[in-house]
């Protein structure tokens, strides 16, 4: 069996992409709860708060510890993970009623992204992985977790800032469509999913809103505005199906089946699929979506369950190969 130091050793070589992990696991527990799977949803969404404290606390020992490094990572698109993931597991939280824990990781996930985004940005370069997309992600997931907080605390400002970043996110994703090298299509090691994944969320988002100004006491947008927020939420959930069907037949043109980190940016934008489907069902009245959601759903459980296997897999291998060395 591998030691303590071995999987030590294999922790510490995580990159800011591991994130991704947090948001595959937390949109998981989201979807889980929009389908009635109550308990499930809150077993996931144990284990991606125990990842994020994990991540956060090597998050904080790099900046201490190693700020060279920290500061090359925060370069990296994979750094608005942190910005994300955080964003997710305050969403949750949000639906649990936990709301002083939700604003408090929505403020941090807002003051990270402050500080990121036009660090990240700043460093794109031509012919991007799907990471680039983060930018969107990153935007999008502080909607998401806004106008769930605006609905339950009936706070309109909430509300309307989040509609601003919605559009913002809007406007990044097409900037890094510019920048994303299509050829991650047939090569990209999994977070090319990410080009999907933020239409996904984004398309939660519009839902978010609509819903949120639906909620009794709160007038938050006129007709004009409303009908252009459904018609944005609806294309954008079109958009995110159409590319999901065409990752899936890039898939299966080019298989890439051996573990890779970076396939945990594969299950979220499945994950985010499945939950934005759901999602969009109810905010613009259209039940039988909630057929196709929940069978995206269990798609992304599965998909999750393979990565999960091969991330463990791939610590046990790190681990004996540190302790072979160390004799």
């Not at 309109?156 to 800032?161: N, Q, V």
């Not at 980190?261 to 499945?270: C, G």
Request: with cysteine.
């Amino acid at each position: 069996m591998p030691g303590i130091p071995g999987l030590r050793a294999w922790w510490a070589g995580r990159s800011p992409a591991a994130g991704a992990a947090v948001m595959a696991t937390g949109i998981l527990s989201t979807d889980l709860h929009l389908t009635g799977d109550e308990a499930l949803s809150l077993a996931a969404l144990a284990l991606a708060g125990v990842i994020w404290i994990a991540l956060a606390v090597g998050f904080v020992r790099r900046l201490v510890m190693d700020p060279r490094r920290w500061a090359a990572e925060a370069r990296s698109p994979g750094a608005l993970t942190a910005v994300a993931a955080t964003a997710v597991l305050a969403s949750r939280l949000s639906t649990l009623g936990r709301r002083p824990l939700a604003e408090a990781l929505l403020a941090l996930a807002a003051v990270l992204w402050v500080v990121l985004l036009p660090v990240v940005v700043r460093h794109w370069k031509p012919r991007m992985p799907g990471s680039v997309f983060l930018c969107c992600v990153a935007t999008e997931g502080l909607v998401v977790s806004a106008a769930g907080l605006a609905a339950s605390e009936h706070t309109a400002w909430l509300a309307h800032t989040a509609l601003v970043l919605f559009w913002l996110g809007l406007a990044l994703y097409a900037l890094a469509l510019f920048r994303f090298d299509p050829r991650q299509l047939l090569e990209g090691a999994g977070d090319h999913w990410v080009s999907g994944g933020a239409l996904a969320i984004s398309a939660l988002a519009g839902a978010g809103l609509l819903t949120a100004g639906d909620t009794a006491g709160l007038y938050l947008w006129n007709d004009d505005d409303r009908d252009a927020l459904r018609l944005a939420t609806v294309v954008l959930l079109v958009l995110c199906l159409a590319v999901y069907a065409v990752l899936l037949v890039a898939e299966a043109v080019r298989p890439r089946l051996s573990y890779d980190e970076r396939r945990w940016a594969t299950v979220f934008p499945l994950g985010m699929t499945a939950a934005a489907t759901l999602s969009v069902a109810t905010a613009v009245g259209v039940p039988w979506l909630r057929g196709p959601g929940r069978v995206l759903e269990w798609v992304a459980v599965a998909v999750w369950l393979l990565v999960a296997a091969g991330a463990v897999a791939d610590a046990v291998r790190t681990a004996r190969a540190e302790a072979a060395e160390g004799r």
